[in-house]
């Protein structure tokens, strides 16, 4: 294969990621990427130092996107409980659509919760995200809003949805967060 090069950063970093997402962090090696970039290895070590700082450029890639879908998502969806719903479905499509992937997809939580860079965007993305369906979920006469808990609700039919696939997960996630704000959310039922 002729060497590439004129690829950009993002480029090679969304390269990175595609191996990642296909095989695992400990697959992206400076020999893989470079298999995969067309680039020599001297040349990913000279653009990132280390195998590890490879990595987390391509995992804060992953966080910048991820951002972005996520804002894009709380502008379009309505401040109600179905607009909280249908974000939370919306973040979901990229989890996979069968056990499989989405626990090929906790092998990068791993990594996020290793790193404290990446531990910390990830703490970052929790408080917007929370913030953004507060926004949706507005409950009368508490000072306690309900989107950390929406939150928490949802990673854990992610999780459970993991252990009996049975469907689309964007269906099971929006089954699970109307049965339960059916239950905490006081008349908030979309």
Known sequence: MPRNRTLSDEQLLDMVLALVHAE????ATFG??????GLSGSTLVQRFGTKAAMLRASLLRAWDRLDAETARLAQSVPRTP???I??????????G???????????????DLRDPALRARGSAWGTTLADALDRCL???????PLGRLMLSQWQ???????????????DYVRRELRHFLDIAGRGLTP
Do not use: H, M, N
Not at 24 to 27: F, I, N, T, V
Not at 86 to 95: F, I, T
Not at 97 to 111: C, H, I, K, P, Q
Not at 159 to 165: A, D, E, H
């Open 32 to 37: 893989a990427v470079a298999k995969a970039s």
């Open 86 to 95: 249908a974000l939370l479905a919306g973040l979901s499509k990229d989890y």
């Open 97 to 111: 659509d069968d056990a499989v992937s989405y626990a090929d997809g906790l092998l990068l939580l791993r990594e």
């Open 138 to 144: 507005p409950v009368e006469g508490t000072a306690k």
């Open 24 to 27: 695992g962090p400990d697959a």
């Open 156 to 170: 854990g039919c992610l999780l459970w949805w993991g252990f009996q696939p049975e469907g689309a997960i964007e």
């Open 82 to 84: 179905a607009g909280a």
